[in-house]
């Protein structure tokens, strides 16, 4: 159930020292091909880290050989040498595997501003490089962890054919086409058009209805890799269909794993005017610290769901709009409904369903309850 899963991938995770806590902190993933196909998306973040900055020079080619991922640092804000830090780790990768630097992909996570130690950065890849094998997936997982509480796979199967699935992310997790580091790999024979296509239709309904805390990061990156090795060639649907569950199953992964989080919350909202609306409305309400400290006080105050709603362009009659909280409909037609002791949020799932009564499309977002705990956790972040 890892991304060595596929066939063609082997990856390797080490302790180098970029973390304080003496926890594995460089990861090494490498299709071994024969493809060499790749697909990715990233932040959107004006703001964007040297790894991004370099990964995208990468993608234009549409094609990669191997990610190199650390954790311990963000690689972000931190000059010339910050990117040439980058720069040498695609290198040294290259140099290891014998391949191309343009053929690495480089993803950094952790503290912004702080410069990574290249020293000890560069013993890790040298260290993975040495360490890379079919079994490795666990390994690599673990390493990419920062304030995460536990590692994030993903597996799903084709007919002869298999897609696999890592992530990391707890916080800053918003959308932008893409949430946190994710890598995917594929056995699949895929072309290089269809895998764009498929990894941003799959994005577009996971990853990006993911918002947990409204804090869009700098580092930002999905990443998909297709061996080939399989030597088996789904249709499009047929591998869209794959990849959007191998990204759902680790969207879900994140948001239960998001800092301090005491409830996961689906915000649906159904029969708008158009799918646009849905996901404003929804990302309105998911970003509402009102709303979301309601939530955790184990409070269905719908009026604060109305009040955001109300803050947005979607069309919609305010008078009209219905509320239910875990299948409770406690607001109809904009007025007082069932009673609001109905709702129990005791357990950790909450269900939010928003009524437009505008049009017949629909949209899901994602968020968490604001607590305690996240206050405290990012009042000091430590890896």
């Known amino acids: 159930m890892t991304i060595t899963s596929p066939q063609g991938f082997r990856a390797a995770g080490v302790t180098a020292g970029l973390k304080a806590s003496g926890k594995p902190d460089v990861a090494l993933v490498v299709n071994d091909g024969p493809s060499d196909v790749a697909a990715a998306v990233f932040t959107t973040n004006r703001c964007k880290a040297n790894p991004v900055l370099w990964s995208e020079q990468v993608m234009q080619g549409r094609k990669a050989r191997a990610v190199v991922l650390n954790s311990g640092g963000a690689n972000c804000y931190t000059g010339p040498e910050g990117f040439q830090n980058t720069h040498a780790s695609a290198e040294l990768v290259a140099d290891k595997l014998g391949i191309g630097a343009i053929d690495v992909v480089v993803c950094s996570t952790g503290l912004i501003g702080e410069q990574l130690q290249a020293d000890k950065l560069m013993a890790g890849i ?20 920062t304030t995460d509480t536990r590692s994030k796979e993903a597996l799903r199967e084709g007919g002869g054919w298999s897609i ?33 296509r498929a990894l941003r239709a799959a994005t577009r309904v996971t990853f990006d209805r993911l918002d947990s805390d409204g804090c869009m990061s700098t580092n930002d990156t999905v990443l998909l890799m297709c061996s080939g090795a399989s030597g088996a060639s789904p249709d499009e649907a047929e591998f869209t269909a794959r990849l959007t569950e191998v990204c759902h199953d680790l969207a879900q992964q994140l948001l239960g794993d998001a800092e301090g989080a005491d409830h996961d919350i689906a915000i649906e909202v159904v029969n708008a005017a158009t799918e646009d609306d849905a996901v404003e409305v929804g990302r309105a309400i998911a970003r509402s610290n009102l709303f979301k400290t309601a939530v955790f006080g184990k409070d269905p105050n719908w009026g604060r769901i109305l009040a955001s709603v109300g803050t947005t362009s979607a069309a919609f009659e305010p008078d009209a709009l219905d509320v239910a909280f875990n299948g409770v409909w406690i607001c109809k037609d904009g007025q007082p409904g069932e009673p609001r002791d109905k709702v129990d949020l005791t357990g950790r ?23 305690h705990a996240y206050v405290h956790e ?5 890896t």
Request: proline fraction near 2%.
């Open 164 to 196: 696999g699935g890592m992530a990391k992310g707890a916080g800053m997790l918003a959308p932008a086409l893409a949430t946190m580091l994710v890598v995917v790999t594929t056995d699949a024979q895929v072309e290089a058009d269809t895998a764009d």
């Open 378 to 382: 990012n009042s000091a972040y430590s």
């Open 126 to 145: 040298t260290e993975a490089a040495a360490g890379l094998s079919a079994a490795g997936g666990p390994a690599a997982a673990e390493a990419i962890m």
């Open 349 to 371: 799932e909450v269900s939010v369903v928003v009524d437009l009564k505008a049009g017949t499309e629909k949209a899901t977002i994602w968020t968490n309850d604001l607590t």
